[in-house]
């Protein structure tokens, strides 16, 4: 199994980017799929989370300029991030905390950072 967050990079701020994280293996269900960030100096943070289901939940610091979704077929959940501001500069991690496979189930899964720089 693995958790692939790909479409960081530097924007100005004020500009939009859109996070992917792509989960790939022999995979039969994803329960819930967080985005995290943790900027330098300064502890993890979860800003989203969405469900199997499509609930969501945001950080006040996100709310109204991100958007979570996922596709279940495709096992991908995005981050639609809009309206960025220098505070959101940091790595950002997609995290599953159940994966159904066949013959396994994993726990509080990870995919590797993707890195998010926003310029003034």
């Known amino acids: 199994v693995q958790l692939q967050a790909s479409g960081g990079g530097l924007v100005q701020a004020g500009g939009s980017l859109r996070l992917s994280c792509a989960a790939s293996g022999r995979i039969l269900g994803i329960n819930t799929t967080g985005w995290y960030r943790q900027a330098p100096g300064k502890q993890r943070e979860l800003i989203a989370s969405?469900?199997?289901?499509?609930?969501?939940v945001y950080a006040d610091s996100v709310k109204g300029r991100f958007a979570i979704s996922r596709d279940n077929a495709e096992n991908t959940v995005y981050l639609q991030m809009n309206s960025l501001k220098l505070d959101d500069t940091a790595v950002y991690y997609c995290?599953?905390?159940?994966?159904?496979?066949?013959?396994?189930?994993?726990?509080?899964?990870w995919g590797q950072g993707t890195q998010v720089t926003v310029s003034s």
């Open positions: 969405i469900t199997s289901s499509g609930a969501t």
């Open positions: 995290n599953a905390d159940k994966v159904v496979t066949l013959g396994r189930t994993w726990y509080d899964y």
